[in-house]
T-cell receptor, first 119, second 109 residues
Framework: GAVVSQHPSRVICKSGTSVKIECRSL??????MFWYRQFPKQSLMLMAT?????????EQGVEKDKFLINHASLTLSTLTVTSAHPEDSSFYIC???????????????FGPGTRLTVT | GQNIDQPTEMTATEGAIVQINCTYQ??????LFWYQQHAGEAPTFLSY??LDGLEEKGRFSSFLSRSKGYSYLLLKELQMKDSASYLC??????????WGAGTKLIIKP
């Protein structure tokens, strides 16, 4: 149980274009979803936290107009990287928390990640 | 400030035991998580401790000392597939996970 899917797994796009990444909780309702970015050999960096039906809370230094997050339902959140540049190339990972019903309400279940390469 | 410290890299031998330490300083504390992350993959949950003491789960055990701000992950009977990064994360007073940089564990035959 507690499966989170993420699509696409890999994407290559040209500089200046936008890319949308989907994160879905398959067998539970995710009251909260998290978006992380991870550069090679570095730790996870939280970008934003989103609750269903409300605006995402962005971490300091993360441009909300560049990284658009939508959490329209309890099973789907999307991250859109707008006007992507090569420095946005990274491993983007989403996670979801049910808030209740699982072993630990704050346990985060991770999606498989999306590797974004901007050329 | 908030800080999680863990060794960058450790090496161990197949079949042996290894202990990965983690010290934390966070604004409030609501528990300590350990995650395993294989290269190129997302993290997977290993353990959660909120009370002092040792919790054993098969070959993996996790220990917490709240007074010392210290935790460790103990891996027994190491297997080659245990080669991965192990992430320590503290849940702060806002129930936000503060992540360590991870410990890369290399298992040698």
């Amino acid at each position: 149980g507690a499966v989170v899917s993420q699509h696409p797994s890999r994407v290559i796009c040209k500089s200046g274009t936008s890319v949308k990444i989907e994160c879905r909780s398959l067998d539970f309702q995710a009251t909260t979803m998290f978006w992380y970015r991870q550069f090679p050999k570095q730790s996870l960096m939280l970008m934003a936290t989103s609750n269903e039906g409300s605006k995402a809370t962005y971490e300091q230094g993360v441009e909300k107009d560049k990284f658009l997050i939508n959490h329209a339902s309890l099973t789907l959140s999307t991250l859109t990287v707008t006007s992507a540049h090569p420095e946005d190339s990274s491993f983007y990972i989403c996670s979801a928390s049910s808030g209740s019903g699982r072993a630990f309400p704050y346990e985060q279940y991770f999606g498989p990640g999306t590797r974004l390469t901007v050329t | 400030g908030q800080n999680i410290d863990q060794p960058t890299e450790m090496t161990a031998t197949e079949g042996a035991i290894v202990q990965i330490n983690c010290t934390y300083q966070t604004s409030g504390f609501n528990g300590l998580f350990w995650y395993q992350q294989h290269a190129g993959e997302a993290p997977t949950f290993l353990s959660y401790n909120v009370l002092d003491g040792l919790e054993e789960k098969g070959r993996f055990s996790s220990f917490l000392s709240r007074s010392k701000g210290y935790s460790y992950l103990l891996l027994k009977e190491l297997q080659m597939k245990d080669s991965a990064s192990y992430l320590c994360a503290s849940l702060d007073s806002n129930y936000q996970l503060i992540w360590g940089a991870g410990t890369k564990l290399i298992i040698k035959p």
